[in-house]
């Protein structure tokens, strides 16, 4: 610490500065001279705690943390992980007694012995307190007499308020009628886009603007220097600054010519004996700068809300105070009476919208149960058999229709029921089959269809209804099937939902606990732990296939699921997975919703994932949804559940109580869309209208972000021109990825050749590397949304069978591309190791933090 010997004399230095300060103050307060030791009997506690204060403050504020805790090492204390406050706490004690300055002797020294010097002091001292206090005195009187001026000033203004007023109304008048008359109008624009040309667009004309504000938004021409947050910019001048200068240089001199002329004699001459100089125009504009700038403030404000139209008129009556303000009153009058008009007309429009609104929506989104006889509710957690048993039931009846919220989960319970000996026939978005004699459909909850009759309906995954993009679907599928028995499968938070949705229905409730116990592991999970039968969990494709890639780099078979994975591909991961091909599965949250699988261990790879917005952790739903997979009855009878961090958080998530869900989403009908056609043809309106329309209690709106952005591209156009609203709401709802450009440049040009009458363009197809296979995928999934909405089933026959051999080569390229992956830098394309945290190698971030260090120093 070379640093002490120097804080220590720096602090000395300042203690005995303080101490004389002291003094000094003491003194001068005396009328007579005190003796030394009267002093030091009444300041001794003050002088002895003016050295620890300076001292301790000193040396904390100039020792570093680091030479702080290097101090304390040395003194025996343990400072590794301990608080910033802590360390400074002991430091400060340990310091308190170091070499503490004795300040008794050293004044003592100065002054005990020494009545000269004390006298001398006092001398000083009390000619400088004496001078003070004059000074203090001066200062009240001349306070007193600003104070005195200032209030008479807000008298003058307030008497004479009303007729400044009118003077600034006129002034304006006039100046409005020479700019309207003599200025040119230019185009709007931003005005501190400086590097655009401004346009001349004509003559101004009074009757463009109701209110003097709406004048004031017009550019002058001109450049101007604008102050924002304490800095200046340049920008175009607009009308505003011009005529609240000129309102502000108005009465600049108009109050400070009145204030002269109206103020009382004696203050003229107690300002004078005061400040001994004459009160002049100088002065008073500096006493008035604050009330000046309030003033300006208020008219100008007024100003901005007088009509044009009065203006206009004014300028043409000679300046009478008493018929100005007669003028001024009926203009206010009038102005008064057009505002009632005006709000009493919104109000009118605000009222027959709500009627509007009323009668579009109405009891559209009201719950109501329809038509199902019985109602049989299967709640629980993931993996309990909720949905086997409620397949069995379908199995057995005549009749029987499965809604799911994938197409890959209708895919798997079409290709169960037929390996079961029960035809059943398979429709989505994308595809149709239709299997002879089959009485059973699984379906995407989306193609659910009120009008069909079935002996059983079961709707999966029904805690769904909550999403605000697709819940409204499962809301219509629970409310308006159309059976002898609907089977309801959701989770525990589901429950509540359910009941108040189904009412006064005939319900069964089962409930459902898992057989098998899942067993959180105490010690964080590492890449030398995985074992045959683990599911690793990531949220992203980029992350799947890199943490498959190196698992099969170190030895072991892996198999992997993703969003984007086509479902047919997905299958046969699985099913390798299943067959024991493969010993380890990797997996996005997709793992979440499908048949059960034989897994050992599931493992989280992140605890938290990107939502479309931001990155959050991952909720207890999604934690509950994902680690519930684990464990297989017979196979693996204890499911484990691992983490690479933040045990403890997980682990409270995963026991946590469901919170049972409030509210379900709301979507556009059919029915809405014909009541809305009775006031409007167009979706932009209906999109206003929806934002407008406030949700009913206990429900939430979708969102129509897709098809609001997808209806932007196409608004104006002849697509809009040429459809009907609801066919075109249709093709706008296509659920596709509307994320990938060349899929909405895809759906445009369809769009386009459906209303010219042309052949749809057929999908490109890219098979260079496994991204364009899956984009390929995604396209020819497009245009069979199209061709079966359009009816075009033989040629949609052609597109399935070329789809299912691009999911082939998908999973071929899979066992291939996976392989040879590795991560690289994004910068430099230096090969990363598997554990590195970033997505930048070291050196790359290196070099990027010294170019932002010699940027910060330029």
Known sequence: MNQLEQIYNNAEEHTKIKILEDADRYLGGQESMPSYKEYLSERFHYIDQIW????????????????????????????????????????????????????????????????????????????????????????????????????????????????????????????????????????????????????????????????????????????????????????????????????????????????????????????????????????????????????????????????????????????DPEAHQEQLEKDIEDRERKIAEELAEQQRKKEEEERMLENIFGQEYSPSVERAKKYVLHIGETNTGKTHHALEVMKSANSGLYLAPLRLLALEVYDKLNRDGVPCSLKTGEEEKTVSGSEHLSSTVEMFYEKDFYDVIVIDESQMITDKDRGFSWYKAITKANANEVHIIGSRSAKSMMLQLLGDADIELYEYSRDIPLEVEAKEFKFTHVRKGDALICFSRKRVLETASRLQQEGHSVSMIYGAMPPETRKKQVQRFINGETSVIVSTDAIGMGLNLPIRRIVFLENDKFDGTKRRTLTSQEVKQIAGRAGRKGLYNIGKVAFTKDIKRMKALLEMEDAPVHSFAIAPTNTVFERFQRYYRDLGSFFELWDKFESPRGTKKAALTEERDLYERIRGTEIEAKLGLMDLYGFLHLPFSKKESDLVRQWEETMYAIIYGEELPEPRIKNRNLEELELTYKAIGLHLLFLYRLEQRTEALYWERLREEISDHVHERLKTDIKELSRKCRKCGKKLPWEHEYQICDECHSSRSRRRYHYYRR
């Open 52 to 319: 620890v204060n300076v001292w301790l403050n000193k040396i904390t504020a100039k020792i570093s943390k680091q030479e702080k805790k290097k101090y304390l090492c040395e003194k025996g204390y343990d400072t590794e992980n301990v608080d910033r406050k802590i360390i400074n706490h002991l430091f400060r004690t340990e310091m308190r007694d170091y070499q503490p300055f004795n300040s008794l002797d050293w004044l003592n020294d100065l002054f005990e012995s020494n009545n000269e010097a004390w006298a001398e002091r006092f001398e000083k001292a009390r000619a400088y307190y004496l001078q003070k206090a004059e000074e203090e005195q001066l200062q009240r009187k001349k306070y007193t007499i600003r104070d005195d001026i200032e209030k008479k000033m807000d008298e003058i203004i307030e008497r004479d308020y009303s007729l400044l007023y009118l003077h600034v109304r006129h002034m304006a008048s006039k100046q409005l009628v020479s700019d309207l008359k003599n200025k040119t109008r230019y185009q709007k624009v931003d005005t501190f886009a400086l590097e655009e040309r401004l346009e001349e667009i004509g003559e101004f004309h009074a009757g463009d603007y109701a209110v003097m504000g709406d004048f004031f938004e017009e550019l002058t021409g001109n450049i101007h220097k604008a102050i924002y947050l304490g800095k200046g910019y340049f920008e175009y001048e607009t009308y505003y600054y011009v005529y609240k200068n000129h309102i502000s240089g108005f009465l600049s001199d108009t109050l400070q010519t009145l204030i002269l002329q109206s103020l009382p004699q004696h203050l003229f001459e107690e300002y004078e004996d005061a400040y001994d100089k004459p009160l002049t125009g100088k002065s008073v504009k500096k006493l008035i700068a604050h009330t000046l700038q309030n003033l300006n403030d208020s008219f100008f404000e007024t100003i901005q809300e007088e009509f044009v139209e009065d203006l206009v008129k004014l300028a043409d009556i000679p300046f």
